[in-house]
């Protein structure tokens, strides 16, 4: 297996990548949450660091996420301030802490494969669809936003629509020459040069266009607003002035302690699905400890609350760009954070000169290998069982958003899990055929599902017939499926049926019965 220390050639690259993927989105997610911009900056770097120092996962990286923006407008406008909000964050990473003690991350361990896929998958549509406006240079949705329904008014359909009528010449080339560049690094022997990954090159060529389109005076200049904003600190002390403390005395408030428990329960189920589907991507089958991560989660909450960053989850965008990247190990999310820290202290003008366009092609070609059509091939091949669950995930969080979606999904998978379960016969039957007495074996485990398949073979028998259940084999069974038995039982006799149950105690039935 990789090594932080042996995979560092690997990682470094993959770090570089990873940060210029989350540097937009962790403006664009600040921007979206009405929070400061640098708030999204300064939960990067605390979830690049200190949560992939502290994480068992070794690709998942971590980060402000898009799915968090709706409960983080709401949260700020019911406390009434921002450092009152950063009291909730605080709070809601000791709710992941007190998750992960409880060991509450086994929850991960039932979440269906097919839903995992169509997520993965759903991902990779939601870049391409969203990605497009940003890639022509319509750039009035934030970076990052995964809803179908934008702040904006538009629809992630009509802002597509709007982007086609309004076309940054500039823009469009930036971003297919980026596209181009992303294309052959990956299929010729570009590849090959492991320290200068392809992304890197993109955004420096994307950079380079628009600095030879400004001095050439021509009007295919991108402008400020389609470039990277960073804020630019004039002094030490404007840069510490970005960093904002909460306001303690809200942890007596009880609104503060309802936000904060609703961002650590959403958050927490955001992470252990997209830790799920990190691990799915990992060339290695690596299994990552899920309690562990809500612990490291909790750790990273509490310390971006309390300097003044945004709420935190495992992100599956930088994470599919860490895996895409080449990255082995966690060095490459701790490096990103490293990364992230020098540039917004050292290189904010330069960073400010990135354009969105090239951004965007690299976020477009992640996205075209998550939902890449052999995966769809793939997942018909295994059966409608497993098709639908993937296809209903897909469309749910196509037209919702991540979590909405997930739910929706989840809802599904379960629903034919279930169907399952209730067609399961939770018996055997032990006598040759034809014996004048039947003879049933029930199964280790019998739930309340199972009553219908029990049900209808107590329904089957006549006037004369002889039956034994023998229940000596099992080690849990429903309560329902007892007092239905003892209820047959009951009415048996009257009906002239011959019926035994042994290795079981069943209960006195109800009055009435």
């Excluded at 400020?224 to 942890?251: K, N, R, W, Y």
């Excluded at 976020?363 to 939902?371: I, Q, V």
Aim: charged share 15%.
């Amino acid at each position: 297996m990789p090594t932080m220390v042996g995979s560092a050639r690997e990682d470094a690259p993959a770090a570089v990548v990873v940060f210029l993927v989350a540097l937009p989105l962790c403006l664009g997610i600040a921007l979206a949450s009405g929070a400061p911009l640098f708030s999204g900056v300064i939960s990067g770097i605390v979830g690049g660091i200190v949560i992939g120092i502290l994480s068992g996962s070794q690709l998942m990286v971590s980060g402000p996420a898009a799915g968090l923006t709706a409960i983080v407008v709401s949260a700020i406008a019911t406390l009434g301030s921002y450092p009152a909000f950063l009291m909730a964050v605080v709070l809601s990473g000791g709710v992941q802490l007190v998750l992960g003690a409880l060991r509450a991350g086994a929850i991960s361990y039932y979440f269906p494969s097919a839903v995992i896929r169509g997520m993965l998958a759903a991902i990779g549509l939601i870049l391409i669809l969203k990605q497009l406006p940003h890639a022509v240079g319509w750039d009035h949705d934030f970076e990052g936003d995964e809803s179908f329904v934008q702040p904006d008014g538009d629809t992630t359909f009509t802002a597509i629509g709007h982007a086609l009528h309004a076309i940054t010449p500039g823009a469009l080339l930036i971003a297919a020459v980026s596209l181009a560049l992303l294309i052959a690094w990956d299929t010729t022997g570009l590849k090959r040069l492991k320290l200068l990954p392809g992304p890197l090159v993109a955004v420096l060529v994307g950079v380079g266009i628009n600095a030879a389109l400004q001095r050439s005076g021509s009007n295919w200049t991108l402008l400020a607003e389609h470039l990277v904003q960073l804020p630019i600190a004039s002094s030490a002390g404007e840069f510490f002035s970005f960093f904002t403390l909460p306001d303690f005395s809200a942890a007596a408030r009880m609104d503060t302690w309802r936000v904060a428990v609703t961002l650590g329960v959403v958050a927490s189920l955001e992470t252990l699905l997209s830790l799920e589907a990190t691990d799915r991507m990992d060339t290695h089958k690596r299994v990552s400890p899920p309690n562990r991560e809500l612990c490291a989660q909790g750790a990273g909450n509490v310390l971006s609350g309390l300097i003044g960053g945004l709420p935190m989850t495992g992100v599956i965008v930088r994470s599919a760009a860490n895996v895409d990247a080449g990255g082995k190990t966690r060095l490459a999310a701790i490096l990103h954070g490293v990364l992230l820290l020098l540039a917004v202290v050292a290189i904010p003008a330069l960073l400010n000169a990135i354009p969105l366009a090239s951004l965007a092609a690299v976020l477009l070609y992640t996205g075209f290998k998550l939902a890449h059509p052999r995966i769809v091939r793939a997942m018909w091949g295994q059966g409608w069982k497993q098709f639908v669950p993937f296809a209903a995930t897909i469309a749910a969080i196509l037209f919702t958003d991540l979590l909405v979606g997930i739910a929706l999904g989840l809802a599904m998978a379960f629903a034919f899990i279930l169907l399952d379960e209730v067609r399961f016969e939770c018996f055997t039957v032990t006598s040759p055929p034809g014996a004048v007495l039947k003879r049933v074996q029930l199964q280790e485990q019998v739930s309340f599902l199972n009553k219908a398949s029990l049900a209808k073979l107590l329904a089957s028998l006549e006037p004369g017939d002889r039956l034994e259940i023998d229940g000596s084999s099992c080690r849990v069974i429903h309560h329902d499926v007892l007092e239905h038995l003892a209820e047959f039982r009951s009415q048996a006799l009257q009906r002239g049926i011959d019926l035994r149950v042994v290795g079981i105690d069943l209960p006195t039935p109800p009055p009435g019965h």
